[in-house]
């Protein structure tokens, strides 16, 4: 009888010969597996912790979270303490690295959950492996004569544990080198790996004679890697000993789910086998049936798979960085639907697929789920409005290619149907590819530089952390800050940690800049939007101004800033008082926010989510989810529902309770944001209620008023809405009121006489502009004289190209208008000089443009001559120039390229 906590145990009655093998009879689904490794770790002390984020924390080398050790890398760097030395995670992960393959095979996916157990300096080979050989054998009741090990070449160790205390037979655990069982990621931690394979049968091998642990056939697969984390490299390839070693495994869910049922592929699983069902059932196809059809099946079914995790994080369709990957993954998913012959928008019909077979695992998906399907819609929208017609253009630039007979389409080409048209390059490729052509990839770059440029900056090279190297970096882990100021503005505590802008140390002096950390702080650290606190830290003579508070790793509060004067050192108590007109002011605009995302909602509807906000105390900003400009209808009356909230006078009441009956009362949570059990519930009376740990005012009358200074869009699917509160509200109107009284004394008029003066000057302008182009066209005529005696013809086309002193562009084509009409049929060019600046105006009629003649061509030639370009349409074009001195030369090029043309 082996244990199996809330799954029965394993009986005899499970179990049926197979061949001489044991088979367990039962095959547990994807969430069966999920939670059984959850709770098996759990029984052994582990911390079972939520999936993080799929967007990396403080780490700028990741661009998604990829791993289940990803989110846990200040944990084993010691750059914070762990909430437990063992912790057991369900990670959602998504690589993108072979997307290209995604469909092809039905080993390539993008999406996957990594299933880990880590001990930060706890247990280390002895209990990992066993605990590994455990949960496969008992708990899932994996065959142990299909299971095979892999260690480190040189790790005697892991290989003794299997053999001697395990007892796999020596011939049966696999020695490999540093390429495939030695995990390393530059300078840092790292360590031997030993990994277990399952031996899915000869049904899945490649035939060959030598096929054993290791093939690249799909008989022998991976199911489970322990990386033993007991080295430091340096860099250099020096390998040294770590102090506390560590334990990260992984095992992708996926793929165990495919061993424990005993299916061909990870599509084939009971929850994506429910998804790929899904999509042909929408597409009206058949799996495995016709290979092609199979390729748009799997793609499609693992894209929107990683499309609704991501949108559920808080990721957007937008041109770069995540944001790009996102896009990627829904318009190669829309497309292929269109190569199965699916009519219309189907994306958010298969993502609630993927929300009915997850949320188990995942609650947020049920919580997120309209708001995903409704980003999901919105792009699907989008690409099909361009879809077809980008299609066609490149159909063309194809037809181009047979006739130039070249297999590779141009970068500026690929460039115009991502910039147009929103095809990313690699889905011009996808379709190109099926084809036999290729694309000038280097071109497209190119033509990217800007977007590159922002992408490289924004993906720096940075340590094992993912983050720049800072003095903090070398402050003691373990030491934390409590933050003691909801309640208090000044407080007593003792300096716990010093440093000066490069180093850590033991006191500050008059004019030296650094940060202070203490045990209790009443100043607020900028988070969830809310700029930090300022105020002074003094003792006795000594002041220490703070410029901004910062949070830092491990629960620390910094407070940064300079000394004005005296000296203050490690372990001195001192009082830190923070200013309170900024707390207040800061409060105020922070109240306010949660009464505009309230007003949002009722305004526009329930889909407004929170994107982002910045609360400082001059102003806030507030962005939200939201797919179309805000009317000013809708704009005053989002302000008149704060405005009316505010003078109720609202009680604010904050109260700390468990996440989940935070929920429970409606309270409105950041999305995507990772809470903690007990979090922190603001009320302003019975109109607003959000999850919170910023500062607030204690009642609404206190912010005293609201005004919303602008709305615009800033990102796709995102609105931002600037506003002030309080003092600064009536400095607004006092600013607008004393424009108002200048613009006034300007007009000489009232103020409440501005608009009518105002428009009654715009009629006299108006009229007055009339009369001095009337009298610059009698003027250019004047200045022209008769001209008509300068008409030449041109093989049978009259061409009269003649030059008029200091004429605009304009005065230009009022004269060629009328010299076409005189002249009837052919072809008018002139020329004039105002200061050095050449204009150039040409005009053809339909008899001289039937014979040949062409104006946009005629003045392209005809500018160059004076140092200039333009061009336009067969009958009307302009162009300027630098070189006046050119301008006869020009007219006389006119002739020259006119004989060209009319033949």
């Known amino acids: 009888m082996k244990y199996k906590k809330s799954y029965g145990m394993i009986n005899d009655s499970e179990k049926m010969q197979v061949g001489g093998r044991i088979e367990i009879m039962k095959k547990y689904g994807v969430n069966e597996l999920r939670q059984m490794f959850l ?29 289940g050790m990803a989110p846990l890398k200040p944990y084993f760097t010691g750059a914070e303490v762990p909430p437990r030395t063992r912790v057991a995670t369900c990670q959602k992960c998504i690589r993108t690295g072979d997307i290209e393959n995604v469909g092809k095979t039905a080993r390539h996916g993008t999406f996957f959950e990594m299933l880990g157990n880590f001990s930060f300096g706890d247990y280390f080979k002895h209990e990992a492996i066993a605990w590994t050989w455990e949960f496969l054998t008992e708990v899932v009741g994996l065959d142990a004569d299909r299971l095979y090990p892999s260690v480190y070449l040189e790790d005697d160790e892991a290989f003794d544990i299997w053999n001697k205390e395990i007892g796999i037979p020596a011939e049966r655990i696999f020695r490999f080198g540093k390429e495939d069982n030695f995990w390393e990621h530059g300078a840092g931690p790292c360590g031997p790996c030993s990994e277990v394979y399952y031996d899915r049968g000869e049904q899945y091998g490649c035939g060959k004679e030598d096929c054993t642990v290791g093939c690249d056939c799909d008989r022998y697969m991976e199911v489970w890697n322990n990386v033993f984390t007991q080295f430091d490299n340096d860099g250099e390839g020096n390998y040294t000993e770590l102090a506390n070693k560590n334990i990260d495994t992984g095992m992708g869910l996926e793929r165990l789910a495919v061993v424990v049922q005993d299916v061909d592929s990870i599509f084939d699983v009971d929850t994506i086998q429910s998804l790929r069902s899904r999509v042909c059932d929408i597409a009206k196809v058949e799996y495995q049936k016709d290979y092609n059809k199979d390729v748009s099946i799997r793609l499609i079914t693992d894209h929107i798979r990683s499309a609704t995790f991501m949108i559920s994080d808080g990721i957007m369709p937008t041109n770069e960085g995540r944001g790009y990957v996102l896009r990627r993954l829904i318009r190669r998913a829309a497309r292929h639907g269109r190569l199965l012959g699916i009519e219309g928008n189907f994306l958010a019909s298969l993502s609630a697929t993927v929300v009915e077979g997850s949320k188990d695992g995942y609650p947020e998906l049920e919580e997120k789920k309209d708001f995903i399907f409704t980003v999901l819609t919105k792009e699907e929208e989008q690409f099909n409005k361009t879809i077809d017609q980008g299609l066609r253009i490149l159909g063309d630039m194809e037809q181009e290619m047979k006739t130039a007979q070249t297999d590779t389409l141009s970068g500026a080409d690929a460039f115009k149907l991502y910039d147009t048209y929103g095809f990313p390059l690699d889905l011009t490729k996808e379709i190109l590819e099926e084809k036999g052509y290729k694309v000038d990839e280097e071109g497209f770059g190119q033509a990217m530089e800007e977007q590159r440029q922002k992408a490289r900056s924004a993906r720096e090279v940075t340590n094992y952390m993912g983050a720049d190297a800072t003095v903090y970096d070398q402050l003691d882990a373990a030491i934390t800050s409590e933050f003691v100021g909801y309640d208090s503005l000044t407080g007593q505590s003792k300096i716990v940690a010093l440093t000066s802008d490069s180093e850590v140390c033991d006191a500050l002096c008059d004019g030296e800049h650094g940060t202070i950390i203490v045990e209790q702080t009443p100043f607020y650290a900028t988070m969830g939007g809310q700029e930090g606190d300022t105020g002074v830290i003094t003792l006795g003579d000594s002041e220490f101004v703070v410029e901004e508070t910062i949070k830092l790793l491990g629960g620390k509060i910094g407070h940064v800033g300079q000394m004005r004067s005296g000296m203050l050192k490690m372990d001195d108590v001192v009082t830190l008082s923070v200013d309170s007109k900024n707390r207040m002011d800061t409060c105020k605009n922070h109240s306010a926010t949660h009464l505009l995302q309230k007003a949002l909602k009722e305004v526009l509807g329930s889909h407004v989510e929170q994107k982002g906000s910045l609360v400082t105390p001059g102003r806030l900003r507030f962005d939200f989810a939201h797919f179309s400009a805000m009317t000013p209808d809708e704009i005053q009356k989002v302000e008149d529902i704060v405005n009316t909230q505010i003078q109720a006078s609202l009680p604010v009441n904050t109260q700390v309770m468990n996440l989940e009956d935070a929920k429970k009362t409606g309270a409105m949570a950041l999305f995507g944001e990772k809470y903690e059990n007990d979090v922190r519930v603001v009320s302003m009376g019975e109109f607003s209620r959000e999850l919170c740990g910023g500062t607030h005012v204690p009642n609404t009358g206190v912010i005293t008023a609201f005004k919303i200074l602008s709305e615009a869009g800033v990102a796709a699917g995102v609105r931002r809405i600037e506003a002030l509160t309080g003092d600064f509200v009536f400095a607004y109107y006092r600013n607008v009121e004393h424009t108002l009284q200048e613009a006034a004394k300007l007009l000489k008029a009232g103020t409440s006489e501005v608009t009518e003066k105002i428009l009654h ?76 600046k050449v204009s150039l105006m040409a005009m053809a009629t339909d008899s001289a443009m039937k014979k040949g003649a062409h104006a946009g061509n005629l003045i392209k030639g005809i500018a160059a001559v004076v140092g200039g370009g333009g061009g336009g349409r067969p009958n009307m074009a302009q162009a300027g120039g630098k070189d006046p001195s050119k301008i006869d030369d020009a007219i006389q090029k006119v002739y020259e390229i006119l004989e060209s043309q009319v033949k």
């Open 39 to 67: 709770d098996f770790f759990e029984s052994k002390g582990h911390l079972v912790m939520k999936s993080f984020s799929l967007v990396p924390h403080n780490d700028k080398s990741l661009l998604l979270i990829n791993a």
């Open 761 to 836: 000057l715009q009629a006299e302008v108006k009229t007055l502009n009339s009369e001095v182009e009337s009298m610059k066209s009698k003027m250019a005529k004047d200045s022209l004289g008769n001209v008509m005696d300068q008409v030449r013809e041109i093989n049978g086309v009259k061409v009269l190209a003649t030059s008029v002193a200091d004429v605009d562009m304009n005065g230009l084509r009022e004269l060629g208008d009328q010299l076409k009409e005189k002249l009837q049929d052919g072809v008018v060019v002139l020329a004039s000089a105002m200061g050095s």
